[in-house]
Each structure stands twice: as structure tokens, then as C-alpha cells.
């Protein structure tokens, strides 16, 4: 092994469209989802040493994180005995449908990957993704993605335009679970059109692209925490092309005209008690 010790960025993700298409009977939903990265990143230091598996994330420490499953899942597979500490500096939040737990997963089988000196393909490591959560192999792809199945099924999409992001979130967050069963409760879906989206995204216009947001998840979440519908509310009447839920929430981004008029929102929804970021969709 060349190096030790490796520092990477954990990006989250956004959905710019989620659609449910129904219920498997292994108990997930299958989807139609655009997904997209943003300039939001948790750091997580990998270093090889000892000889067991320690995380280390706050409140968040342990076996239970889904980065220490990620070490756990690529040591098995190359019957590997090495110790690995992986030490993880939050900033995305947790429970807010932006894929913080996945992002640090796959940032994780990514640098471990480097160092120990590529014995994985990029297409062995989506498959150990898939075994750890729906949003993993995204994670490891970024960018801008069309994504089927549970999520895992990915087919690239043409690259979203810089669009200047401001996103909020209550400080009460939504479980992933409990979003999904409240959408069975209501039980209304919409497909997506991947011709309609890879022209608005080839179009590079944001207009059009915002045109096209929606999320099948918001109506159930809403039920769950009534305030997400005010925050949208709140970000559209503050000038936003649009403004959506992402994931399952808690957060809710909005398309802003630019980073200055992100940053004017910002801080009146500060002042409204939100956790707030001024962010903006990359290609990592
Ligand atoms: O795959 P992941 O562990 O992130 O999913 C968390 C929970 O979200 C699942 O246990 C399931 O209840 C729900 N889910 C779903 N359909 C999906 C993704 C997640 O029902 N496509």
C-alpha cells in the first residue's frame, strides 16, 4: 500500500425529481429519480492502522454508521484483516433527504479503494453500494443522474448548469421509512419523463429546469411535518424560480437567480429558526 492515510469529501445529493412508481414486495418502492450533487460535503479521514474497524462521527459513532458498515462490507470481500479508522467531520445534516449516511458510505468504499491500490472496479464497487442503501451507488457516481429501481439503477443524465441553491431545513428531521409508509397512506403518484428532463438539462436552462421539479415524497412528509409546506412557501415567495423537498426530507432547496439573492434568503430563514445553506449543483 502506497499511503495510510487519505482525507475525501462526502458530497449530499438533491432530488431535482422523485417520482414512486409503487411497492415491491421486498417492502421498498420503486422509483424514478433525478439526482443531483451539491457543494455540500462532510470530510471523512480514512486511515489504515490497528487491527480492527472504528468510526468516529460525534453522536453518530460506531457500528451502526453506515461508513463503518462500508469498511466493513470491502474488508470481507478481499478477506482483508487491516485495521481502519475512519474519522468523519459532519456538515450535512442527518434525517434531511440528502443522503448524508450514503454519501459518507461511498466516500468511504471510494477511499478505501485508493488505498489499497484499486483492487475493486468501480462496477464491483456499486455492487457493495447496493448492499449497504438505496442511495450509495448514486453517491459513488454524482453528478447528474436519471435513477430507477430503488434508486440504484443509474443512467446518466446531461449536466445540470451551475443553478446557486439556498437550503433549509426544520430542526425536526423525517425518517426515510416513515416518509415512504405516509406516501402509502396517500398513495399518489406521477411519472417522470426522461426525454422532458435530459432536454431541459441539455438546454442548460434553468427556467426549464424548474419547471420540472416535483417529489411524490412532499405530500406524505408534509402530513408528518406540517412546516416543510411553509418553508416551500416561504422560498417561492422570497423570489426562487421554484423550490422542492428533497428526498424525503426534512430539507427543502431553493433555485435561486444568484448566489447574492441565495444569500438574502438565507438570512431571513436563519432568522426564522431554519438551519440554512447557500449551495450550489456541481459535477464532482
Ligand atoms: O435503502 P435505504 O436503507 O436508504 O432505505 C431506508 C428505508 O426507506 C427503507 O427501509 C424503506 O422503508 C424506504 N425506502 C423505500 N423505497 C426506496 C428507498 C427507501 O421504501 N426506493
Redesign the pocket.
Known amino acids: 500500500m502506497k499511503e495510510d492515510i487519505l482525507v475525501t469529501f462526502a458530497y449530499a445529493k438533491i432530488n431535482l425529481g422523485l417520482a414512486?412508481k409503487g411497492?415491491?414486495s421486498d417492502?421498498?418502492?420503486?422509483?424514478q429519480t433525478v439526482m443531483q450533487t451539491i457543494d455540500l460535503y462532510d470530510t471523512v479521514k480514512i486511515s489504515l492502522s490497528g487491527s480492527g474497524i472504528e468510526c468516529f462521527c460525534g453522536g453518530l459513532s460506531g457500528p451502526r454508521n453506515l461508513a463503518y458498515q462500508a469498511a466493513k462490507l470491502f474488508r470481507e470481500r478481499l478477506n482483508s484483516r487491516q485495521g481502519i479508522r475512519i474519522e468523519i467531520e459532519k456538515r450535512i445534516p442527518v434525517q434531511a433527504g440528502l443522503?448524508g449516511?450514503?454519501a459518507d458510505a461511498a466516500a468511504t468504499l471510494r477511499g478505501l479503494n485508493q488505498l489499497y491500490n484499486y483492487p475493486s472496479s468501480q462496477e464491483e464497487l456499486l455492487q457493495l453500494a447496493n448492499q449497504?442503501?438505496?442511495?450509495?451507488a448514486f453517491c459513488l457516481q454524482g453528478g447528474t443522474q436519471w435513477a430507477e429501481?430503488?434508486?440504484?439503477k443509474l443512467l446518466p443524465l446531461a449536466e445540470a448548469p451551475e443553478m446557486s441553491l439556498v437550503l433549509a431545513k426544520p430542526q425536526q428531521g423525517v425518517?426515510?421509512?416513515?416518509?415512504?409508509?405516509r406516501?402509502d397512506q396517500l398513495g399518489r403518484g406521477h411519472l417522470l419523463s426522461f426525454q422532458a428532463w435530459e432536454e431541459a438539462l441539455q438546454s442548460g436552462s434553468v427556467e426549464k429546469i424548474a419547471l420540472l421539479l416535483s417529489n411524490d415524497l412532499e405530500a406524505g412528509s408534509q402530513v408528518i411535518l406540517p412546516v416543510i409546506a411553509g418553508l416551500k412557501e416561504d422560498l417561492r415567495k422570497a423570489g426562487c424560480y421554484s423550490a422542492l423537498m428533497s428526498g424525503?426530507g426534512s430539507a427543502v432547496f431553493g433555485i435561486t437567480h444568484s448566489e447574492d439573492q441565495a444569500q438574502e434568503i438565507a438570512h431571513s430563514l436563519k432568522q426564522k429558526g431554519y438551519s440554512v445553506w447557500v449551495t450550489k449543483t456541481i459535477t464532482p
Open positions: 414512486v411497492k415491491r417492502g421498498y418502492h420503486e422509483l443522503a449516511g450514503s449497504l442503501g438505496s442511495d450509495v429501481g430503488r434508486g440504484e425518517s426515510t421509512g416513515e416518509a415512504y409508509r406516501f424525503s
